[in-house]
């Protein structure tokens, strides 16, 4: 049986650095292997609370370079390979976020691979399948992933962006959606969702379920699951919002 393991929960600048939401990543467990998603600030504590085995991690992805998806990424590498001394894992992240130095450069030996993502490539770590998208619309370069389950399943993850039509399409076969809804209501040069981005993604596409998080502060004000409720109501799908260390079994 497969899992997806929310640690956090937080998406913005303020609930990051109040920590009103945890920002740890998210795990991906398939059998007896694990994938970490987004390792943001607390990762590794979040980890070792829930008591995740770390060297069975040897999949890391990260969507973009900013913090709130990377901080804990060096400190996961020299974790999961023993400083080194045990050479394993691969990391999947952009050109722009290698580019950026988001990884150590002592460290990039202690890994076995590192692979850049690219739009619409299909990746295999196994027991890990995952593609990548369209490039999204945010202030780095990021790709929306949909990840392929050995129950038959796919969950997408609409990482950081701005709404831009053909969004929703590029997320359609996903039965499970989960949504990075940083904002309640939509702010002008802001390339982050909003609810009522996530109204328009879903009037298009109609996944068996879907989870909003990574919620900044306009979310957080308005009670996230009250709005998932109302959403779920509105528009007769099941949504639910997440809350720190949510587990969903595929
Ligand atoms: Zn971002």
């Known amino acids: 049986m497969s899992e997806i393991l929310f640690l ?22 398939i059998n007896n292997s694990y994938l970490l998603l987004d390792p943001g600030p607390g990762t590794l504590v979040h980890l ?6 770390i060297e069975k ?5 990260v ?18 390979t023993e400083g080194g001394f045990k050479k394993r894992g691969t990391l999947f992240l952009t050109e722009s976020a290698l580019k950026e130095g988001i990884l150590l450069s002592y460290l990039h030996s202690y890994l076995k691979k590192i692979e850049l993502l690219k739009p619409y490539t ?12 369209c490039l999204l619309k945010h202030t780095a370069e990021n790709y929306g992933l949909l990840f392929y389950f050995p129950e038959g399943k796919i969950v997408g993850f609409i990482t950081d962006t ?12 996903a039965n499970i959606l989960v949504i990075y809804t940083v904002r309640y209501k939509p702010l002008e040069n802001v ?46 799908l099941k949504i639910r919002a997440c809350y720190d260390g949510m587990e969903i079994k595929i």
């Open 57 to 61: 991690i040897e999949t890391i992805v």
């Open 63 to 80: 969507s973009h370079q900013h913090l709130d998806h990377s901080a804990d990424l060096n400190i996961m590498v020299d974790a999961i």
């Open 48 to 53: 070792a609370k829930r008591k995740i085995p």
């Open 122 to 133: 299909f990746y295999e770590s196994l027991p890990f399948k995952f593609k990548t998208t």
């Open 191 to 236: 390339l982050h969702l909003s609810i009522s981005d996530v109204k328009k993604i879903l009037e298009k596409i109609r996944p068996e379920e879907v989870i909003l998080t990574h919620f900044g502060m306009t979310m957080l004000k308005v009670n996230p699951f009250k709005v998932a409720q109302k959403l779920s109501k509105d528009l007769g």
């Open 8 to 29: 956090g929960t937080a998406g913005a600048r303020y609930v990051v650095a109040k920590q009103l939401r945890a920002s740890a990543g998210t795990v991906i467990h």
């Open 162 to 173: 701005a709404f831009f039509d053909g969004l929703a399409e590029e997320f359609a076969e």
